[in-house]
Each structure stands twice: as structure tokens, then as C-alpha cells.
């Protein structure tokens, strides 16, 4: 393979004790695989929800200002006194980011299953990958087809892999129906997909009409817009068809967690035959796994006794199904990596790009539709 540079850069988070959070590049020396290891050159990484908590986290983003320190940029921004209390955990330490990427193995230790990875393209798990080199062992690695755009391969484990854990939970957990909130995002758009090809009755919320036409173009039957007056009674209308009694809330904050339980509820006491002061005994399950608002989860109790609300996440529901699961779940992203899995990318941006304050501005506010590439390179 070519020479490799001494130094590898990667880009850093730190809460400082003062209430600052400061977002870095920084050069580090080039990691050296050991036996079951390979380095790869990152070529691609998103930027996710779920990176956007450890990057950012509590910080002001509004007050962001940019600097330099040994010729590489640096963005400091203030935190509030109440994300100083929820960071108190990481002060003082420099943490690196990126859940997940795809790179090209250019070094491989003497295992043989490392070996078999050099000079492929893989995708990967494991987090620091907004860097340009990351060494990490082979089973965070998943080989990918010959002549994949690494752009396709960089997500392609977060969002598709959540998409299918939800099928597998509503499966595992007796439901027969889904109802999925921000629906328009990639991963909403995946599921969309899985759901029409497996057969799956999918209710989709999201927040505009311009999503609602987006979601009715790729084939959803059931998208309703949360910002319309009628909302609830569609929704129950939408639950009363389907059947649905399992939800995954990624808004997480406000009060729409509450109206799916009430209108699964709802849409259960019309099929009962006789009254019940309790309400109906169908079991209702909503998921949170995100925060797009990260204000107070509001329940106003219309929804029986019989109704759990509960977090999801996709790392301890990997552990949980086991192995024969995963593979089988990470087999069928693979398959279908360029057409069920694709993700689309409103900007592409280096690493240096990304520290700018406009930039950071912009992916930091999650917008559905808008999704950031990072090319290390």
C-alpha cells in the first residue's frame, strides 16, 4: 500500500470546567494495527443525530466563534449553567467523534482475517471516525462490494440497522404495525421501504406537507402531517386500519409520544364490545429513540392502564438479539445497499469546513431533509 503519514487528524470535543465547550483538530500519531486490527483511510463519514449529542451536546451554538491553534481550526461556544450540570461527566476531556464511516483498508495485523480486508472498501462501526486513519478490529468492519460509492458505504450501519431493529422489536414484542415520527428522515425513508417490500403496515408522522409528498412518492400509504388541524383524528383513523400498537418516537420531547399512546388507545376502544372504566386492555408501546426536542416529554393520561414508554437504543438491542441476528441484519443492508439503504447528502464537507460556525450552525439543527457528509480527506 502507499506511504502512510506520521500524523493522523481527527477532530476532538471538550467540555472545559469554565462552561466552554471548544471543538478541535488536532494531529495525533498514526495508530499502528495490532494482530485482529486494521487502519483504515476514512473517505466518508455522516454527520448523526447521535453524533451531534457528543459533539455539541448542551452547548450554545449561537455563540460559537472560530480560532486557530497550530494552524488548524477551533470553535469555542458557551454552555448554559443547565448543560453544564448534564456534561459534568465528560469536563476536562478531549473525546473524539463519528459513530460510524467508510474508508479503504491501507494497513492490516497478521490475523488472517485482517489480512483479507487490506486494499478493500468497508464500512465501520466504532466511533472517532471524523478523523482521516482509523484503526479499529475486524469485527467492526463490514466488507462491502467492489466499486461502492463510499458515500453509500458511510451509513451503513446507524440508520439501516435501527430501521430493521424496529421491525425485529415489533416481531419479538407480538406487534403487528409500526407508527414512526420524523418519518422523512433517511431512516424514515429506509423504513418506508423495508416496510412496503415485507409487508409491514407503517404509519408515518411527519411535519409538513411538503414531507407528506415526499413520503406518498416513495410508496407510503399512511403519512400524516402533525401540523394539521385533523392530526389526531387521522391518526386514529390510521390506527384503527393498521392495527398499530408499537411506536418509535424520535422527537422524544413535547407531547406527540403521548398522542400516539392516546390514539392507540383510542383506536382500541372502538373495536371493544363493552365499556371498561380502565380503558381497553390492548397493550400500548412507544419507543424514544431521539431527541429532536430535547424539552420535557409531555403524557396527558388518555391512554388505559396498559402502556409502556419507554428508550431505545440500537447498540444494547444488537447484544440483546445476538449474533445469528445481526449478521443477518448487517447481510440484508449489504444487499441492498444502493436501493432499500441509500442515504442522500444535502452537503458535502472537510473536516476543517465542518468547524466553521455557519456550518456547524446549520447541521446542528437537525432539519429533516438536510444531511451532512464529512470527507476527511
Not at 458515500?151 to 446507524?158: E, K, N
Not at 390506527?239 to 392507540?264: N, S, Y
Request: aromatic share 6%; charged share 20%; with cysteine.
Amino acid at each position: 500500500m502507499t506511504d502512510l503519514p506520521a500524523d493522523n487528524l481527527i477532530m476532538l470535543t471538550l467540555v472545559k470546567e469554565g462552561g466552554e465547550l471548544e471543538i478541535s483538530l488536532a494531529r495525533r500519531p498514526m495508530p499502528q494495527p495490532r494482530d485482529h486490527e486494521v487502519l483504515v483511510k476514512v473517505l466518508a463519514t455522516p454527520i448523526n443525530p447521535s453524533d451531534l449529542g457528543l459533539l455539541v451536546g448542551a452547548a450554545d451554538v449561537r455563540t460559537a466563534r472560530a480560532s486557530q491553534r497550530e494552524g488548524l481550526p477551533v470553535i469555542t461556544a458557551d454552555i448554559p449553567p443547565a448543560g453544564m450540570r448534564a456534561m459534568a461527566g465528560r469536563v476536562g476531556e478531549a473525546m473524539p467523534i463519528g459513530n460510524e464511516g467508510c474508508g479503504t483498508v491501507v494497513k492490516a495485523g497478521a490475523a488472517p482475517e485482517a489480512q483479507a480486508l487490506l486494499g478493500k472498501t468497508v464500512a465501520l462501526l466504532g466511533g472517532a471516525m471524523y478523523a482521516q486513519y482509523r484503526c479499529l478490529p475486524t469485527a467492526m468492519c463490514m466488507e462491502l462490494p467492489v466499486g461502492v460509492d463510499p458515500a453509500d458505504g458511510a451509513s451503513c450501519f446507524v440508520n439501516p440497522l435501527t430501521s430493521l431493529a424496529f421491525t425485529e422489536v415489533m416481531r419479538r414484542e407480538g406487534h403487528t404495525a409500526l407508527v414512526h415520527t420524523a418519518a422523512a428522515s433517511n431512516l424514515g425513508q429506509m423504513l418506508v421501504k423495508i416496510c412496503a417490500n415485507d409487508g409491514i403496515p407503517l404509519v408515518n408522522i411527519v411535519r409538513s406537507a411538503e414531507q407528506v409528498a415526499l413520503l406518498n412518492g416513495i410508496g407510503a400509504k399512511y403519512v400524516l402531517n402533525s401540523a394539521s388541524e385533523s392530526f389526531l383524528d387521522d391518526l386514529t383513523a390510521a390506527l384503527v386500519e393498521t392495527g398499530a400498537t408499537l411506536g418509535f418516537d424520535a422527537i422524544g420531547g413535547g407531547k406527540l409520544a403521548g398522542q400516539i399512546l392516546g390514539a392507540m388507545e383510542a383506536a382500541a376502544v372502538k373495536r371493544m364490545t363493552s365499556y371498561s372504566r380502565y380503558g381497553s386492555d390492548t397493550f400500548k408501546q412507544v419507543y424514544i429513540y431521539g431527541g429532536l426536542d430535547v424539552g420535557p416529554t409531555t403524557l396527558t393520561r388518555s391512554f388505559g392502564l396498559s402502556w409502556s414508554l419507554s428508550g431505545f437504543l440500537l447498540t444494547p438491542f444488537m447484544a440483546k438479539a445476538g449474533s445469528e441476528v445481526v449478521a443477518r441484519m448487517r447481510k440484508r443492508v449489504v444487499d441492498e445497499l444502493t436501493t432499500t439503504f441509500k442515504s442522500h447528502y444535502s452537503h458535502q464537507v472537510s473536516l476543517a469546513e465542518a468547524l466553521e460556525p455557519a456550518v456547524l450552525a446549520a447541521f446542528n439543527a437537525k432539519r429533516t431533509g438536510e444531511k451532512y457528509l464529512i470527507r476527511p480527506q
